[in-house]
């Protein structure tokens, strides 16, 4: 028996078959069901246990507990109330065993009528029984019952000081669960290794290192059994309060590590952004020996190849994890569909979330996080709705990876409707969320919005700043953004470079020349930030908008890096709008010698000679283009009614309104025509007639998006549209005369600002 050879057991088990002796000898039973119990063989207990027609409470808590250790909860709580109904009274060994199962199970009202019943038996006071029910109020989340249940437990020894300071660090308590220990030993009661790792996750998530090393040096003062266990503990600990080297001599001191150990190492790297490093270590585990992933160990890893965009490593892990016949469970899943959205393969990732049996709001956050950085925000609308159809409630990260979707589309009414529900589901105080919602806003046209939500948020962090700053920038509100800096300023806060690189954009779009070339001086001078090319760009931005073309060169030439296409570009479209053919023909010239020939740099040369009225050499520009194999992206302008995404494209008819909204803009022609307006042909980049280019620049996409706005929105309702290019000089003249004509405002996001038509005027002065 003591040897559990289940050989000999069967033997013997054999034996009294064969004899034909009855088993209704208790003692008999007792000691054949327990030794198939400890050797695992539940099922063939199971057997034996249903073979005897009297059985005392002794043999119904032995099969429980098997089937409870064994995690069968059901089968566990199920033989509970079987004992019960044939008239065996539970005792106090019975209870624990059915609390653990129904703690398994997360199972609350079983947990709470077996509580009742241990009332009735007078054995919810007894140590154990009450150590079992605080340990199963704590894993179901019923915090309040747990501390009330502690409060009246006449003694608590080390396991239900345990069982509370887990259930206090497990709901993230901090100073709750540090009270308990310091209370646990002014009892007498001294912290064991369970102990250590129940309230060193708390410490790590707090951040509190002092802490965590203090209790470093009690475990070092004692020697605790499941050693590996603490010290992987003190490892994850040492990771998050962002304690590499700690976390590395930890590791190094562990003599035996399991796949626990490495795993923690492995996260610790990913954690701290030394990917290459956890990659290393994940090589280095392999080498010695341990072969068992963990879902965590694949979780870092694939996270490390994302990051690194080592999408060929992340796809052999995959296709071992197959051939091994590894189940690719739901953490592995998600991990693996996280890794192929951040190294920009959204087709594998849909290919693999439309394979996966079980999904959760990981897997859905997932995949709407990859829909949006690789450009489909429809597709993460789409999915953010059949998630919700599926029964998922969303989470704090999936309203943060939507309503970046709903800025990309200036879907205005799919982001209110998804800040309303951040706010039924209390997200809304959450900082990440409101940054988000401060970016939503926004670039949905509704910068009064993101103000309000900006100066509602509880705490705001330098993001919150930066958004607000970039937010007045794109409206053209270049003082309300130097207003809001200052005051920034005063409140204590040091900005940082993206900072800077807000407040530059917003004097750019704004005209404040003055004011952008103060603050970049002020930026290395008053707060030690070093100029990035982004600063740069914006600088030379800044100078060719304001017609200082002569002084943005110099700048350029003055750069204490060597210039790219993004400065040589941002030079180039200050030519176009400012018609200086000679500099544009340099600039031009200088990206080409980069190797950088983009088709935006090649439409900005076509559009400045066709300014000029050199047809010939806006063909020859052409020309080249289509030589090289670049093609002009099409002009696509959409706009949200109802609900719903319409797009168009110049000339499109494909829209069922198609014959209504070309009526429209011809009944609009007239009236623009009567208050003096004449078609800039040189904006129509073809050197064809004059009333052909009227044509052609009558059905461009944003003409078509807000014609078909005001044939289906309300009169008082603004019209909202975004356009992936930007907007030309014969749209904004009569985008200018339709808000007089038709007394509407009349918003449009193109990629250089807002523009923000009304009563014949926009808020951008022309200067974009």
């Known amino acids: 028996m003591r040897s559990k050879s289940l050989i000999e057991g069967k033997k013997i088990h054999q034996c009294i078959l064969k004899s034909n002796a009855r088993i209704d000898n208790v003692v008999v039973f007792e000691k054949l069901a327990l030794f198939y119990v400890r050797c695992g ?260 890893v694939l996270r490390a190849c994302a990051k690194l965009t080592d999408i060929g490593r992340g796809r052999c892990i995959h296709g071992n994890l197959i051939k091994s016949g590894i189940c690719l469970d739901l953490t592995i899943g998600n991990s693996l569909l996280s890794m192929y959205s951040k190294s920009g393969n959204l087709d594998d990732a849909m290919n693999l979330f439309d394979e996966m049996n079980l999904k959760d709001v990981v897997s859905y956050s997932a995949i709407i996080s990859g829909c949006v950085q690789n450009g489909n925000a429809e597709e993460a609308l789409l999915m953010f709705q059949n998630m919700q159809l599926s029964g998922i409630d969303p989470d704090i990260a999936t309203m943060v990876g939507i309503l970046p979707a709903c800025a990309h589309l200036a879907a205005l009414q799919h982001g209110r409707c998804s800040h309303g529900q951040l706010t039924v589901r209390g997200f809304s105080s959450d900082i990440s969320i409101g940054n988000a919602l401060i970016d939503m806003y926004s670039k949905c046209g509704r910068v009064d919005f993101a103000k309000d939500v900006f100066y509602r948020m509880p705490k705001q962090d330098i993001i919150s700043w930066n958004a607000m700053v970039a937010g007045y920038g794109m409206h053209g509100h270049g003082m309300e953004a130097l207003t809001l800096f200052h005051y920034m300023l005063r409140k204590g806060l040091k900005p940082d470079s993206v900072s800077f690189i807000c407040l530059l954009s917003a004097c750019s779009h704004s005209g404040l020349v003055a004011e952008g070339k103060h603050w970049f001086c002020a930026m290395t001078r008053n707060f030690n930030i070093a100029p990035r090319m982004e600063h740069c760009i914006c600088m030379v931005d800044l100078l060719g908008r304001g017609g200082f073309l002569g002084e943005a060169t110099d700048f350029i030439e003055k750069m204490p890096f060597e210039p790219d296409v993004r400065i040589w570009g941002a030079l180039l479209g200050a030519c176009r709008i400012h018609r200086n053919i000679k500099l544009g023909e340099e600039v031009s010239k200088k990206i080409q010698n980069l190797g950088a020939e983009g088709t935006g740099n090649f439409v900005l040369l076509s559009n400045i000679y066709s300014a000029a009225g050199r047809w010939k050499d806006a063909a020859h520009i052409r020309l080249i283009q ?143």
């Open 41 to 300: 063989e539940v099922k063939v207990a199971r057997v034996v246990f249903d073979q005897v027609s009297s059985r005392n409470v002794i043999l119904w808590n032995s099969i429980i507990r098997a089937y409870a250790w064994n995690g069968q909860y059901e089968k566990a709580i199920d033989l509970y109330y079987e004992m019960c109904d044939s008239g065996i009274r539970p005792n106090k060994f019975t209870f624990p065993f059915v609390l653990k199962a129904c703690s398994g199970l997360k199972s609350l009202e079983d947990g709470v009528e077996i509580h009742e019943r241990a009332k009735v038996e007078g054995l919810d006071c007894d140590v154990y029984v009450s150590t079992a029910l605080l340990d199963f109020y704590v894993k179901c989340g019923c915090l309040s019952e747990a501390q009330v249940l502690f409060g009246k437990m006449m003694y608590k020894d080390v396991v239900s000081w345990n069982a509370m300071i887990a259930g206090s660090a497990l709901h993230g308590l901090y100073e709750e669960t540090m009270r308990l220990v310091f209370e646990m030993q002014e009892t007498g009661n001294v912290p064991n290794s369970s102990t250590l790792v129940a309230i060193l996750p708390a410490i790590g998530r707090t951040k509190a290192l002092c802490q965590g090393k203090s209790v470093h040096c009690f475990r070092l003062r004692r020697a605790f059994d499941k050693e590996t266990l603490i010290e992987t503990a003190l490892l994850d600990m040492y990771a998050k309060c962002d304690s590499l080297n700690y976390a590395k001599r930890v590791f190094d001191f562990v003599g035996i590590k399991n796949e626990v150990t490495w795993s923690a190492m492995i996260g610790a790297y990913v954690l701290a952004g030394c990917m290459k490093e956890a990659l290393a270590l994940f090589d280095k585990m392999q080498i010695e020996g341990v072969v068992t992933l963990t879902p965590a160990t694949l979780g870092s």
């Open 626 to 768: 289509r030589n090289k194999g670049f093609k002009k992206s099409p002009g696509c302008s959409w706009i949200e009614v109802s609900g719903r995404i319409h797009a168009f494209i110049g000339g499109d008819r494909s829209h069922p309104q198609s014959a209504q909204i070309h009526e429209k803009l011809d009944e609009l022609l007239v009236e623009m025509k009567k208050l003096g307006y004449h078609a800039d042909g040189s904006f129509a980049l073809q050197d064809v007639e004059e009333e052909e280019k009227e044509r052609i620049l009558l059905y461009h996409s944003e003409k078509l998006a807000i014609a078909f706005g005001i044939l289906n929105l309300r009169p008082s309702d603004p019209i909202f549209v975004t356009k992936n290019l930007r907007v030309c000089g014969d749209c904004h003249s009569a985008i200018k005369l339709l808000s007089m004509i038709t007394n509407r405002t009349i918003i449009v996001r193109d990629t250089s600002r807002f523009h923000h038509f009304a009563l014949g005027a926009c808020n951008c002065g022309d200067f974009w």
